[in-house]
């Protein structure tokens, strides 16, 4: 994919604030950036923050001209004040929308009562089937015919909030873990572009388990 230009273009930008969250290459984040270029794309991304300072999209989003921060969960004792760091830093960028894009940590109550309902992460299967960091090779190892992904509203479980869209990925006979993970990730990639931009300036109600964007 080619890298998109600097988006320190929109020095004056009005557009919704969103902030990715994420340990590793970024494919998601890089995708969600592309779709920001176009102008009549509603959202922006502010900042890239990172739990590890060697992930790779941060490298992109430097690349690209976004802000990034790194807030090592080492530094911290224990998952309740490093999670209370990272919402610090979080809304020192003044956010709209956060969005946990491959963030390989649990994020404590502390920082998702801080954002939710504007808090939400992409999950590689149909949830609530198949929830953590293994959901491709679990959704293989249990044989069924369609996965996909998942977008919801974050609590403090693990990939347990609210559904706001999910979209459907059909298994192949000769699938393995990294080529069904890949149609996962591609299909996974256009509806989060899409939802960003529905929750962009709108108001996000959460009523039990139904979401609604008004």
């Given at each position: ?11 004056a ?118 929830p953590?960091?293994?959901a ?8 069924v015919?369609?996965t996909?992904?998942t ?61 609604s964007?008004?």
């Amino acid at each position: 994919m080619a890298q998109p230009s600097a988006v320190a273009d929109f020095a004056a930008d009005v557009r919704p604030r969103v902030v990715v969250l994420l340990s590793g290459v970024g494919s998601t984040m890089a995708a969600l950036v592309e779709a920001t270029r176009r102008p009549d794309y509603p959202a922006q991304v502010v900042a890239v923050g990172s739990d590890r300072a060697d992930a790779g999209g941060l490298g992109f989003a430097r690349e690209v001209g976004i802000e990034t921060f790194v807030v090592p969960p080492g530094d911290y004792p224990d998952r309740r004040a490093w999670s209370a760091a990272l919402a610090d830093e979080v809304a020192a960028r003044t956010p709209d929308l956060v969005l946990s894009a491959g963030l390989m940590r649990i994020l404590d109550e502390v920082f998702v009562q801080r954002f939710s309902p504007r808090l939400i992460n992409s999950h590689p299967s149909l949830l609530p089937a198949f929830p953590g960091a293994h959901a491709v090779a679990d959704a293989l190892a249990y044989g069924v015919r369609v996965t996909g992904a998942t977008v919801h509203v974050m609590d403090a479980g693990v990939d347990t909030g609210p559904i706001v869209a999910q979209t459907a990925v059909p298994v192949a006979p000769d699938d393995d873990v990294a080529s069904l993970h890949e149609r996962i990730k591609t299909a996974e990639r256009l509806m989060l572009i899409e939802v960003v931009a529905a929750m962009a300036g709108v108001q996000v109600q959460v009523e039990g388990r139904k979401v609604s964007l008004r």
